[in-house]
């Protein structure tokens, strides 16, 4: 389990990925599995996350030096519409916007929409990437 520096750091170099494989329904267990299995059989870092985005919440992966690639391959498989790739947003029609990640802004865990939540080995982070337009 990462600590919220490494987290941070991380964040900071853009090389990550947010994925996940919900949909708000009865395979959301499922899939999430499923996904976790092909991050972990990638030997790729994978931390559990927490998304919120407009009074939902599912759950996700930060996912540490995964390709583009991959992370849009997996997007979609799992038919999201639209997954984070370092300071990128990417939409499943192919577009995206981009965010500034020197622009992070950490958050108090207990928010209840447009974060992402992580539970680090030293506590809590939350964050909130600011996209263009998104």
Known sequence: MAT???VRQTLAAGTFA?????HGD???VRDTALLAGILTGWNHTIIKAI????????ESF?????SEERTLTLGR???QQAVIYGNR???DHGGYVTGDLSAIEYVDPAVTDNCTVIDCSDGTLAFRIPFADA
Do not use: H, M, P
Not at 51 to 58: A, F, L, P, S, V
């Open 51 to 58: 998304g919120k985005w407009e009074g939902t919440e599912e």
């Open 18 to 22: 947010l994925i996940s494989a919900s």
């Open 89 to 91: 947003l990417i939409f």
């Open 62 to 66: 930060f996912v540490v030096g995964i």
């Open 4 to 6: 919220r520096t490494e």
């Open 77 to 79: 498989l799992f038919a």
């Open 26 to 28: 009865e395979n959301d």
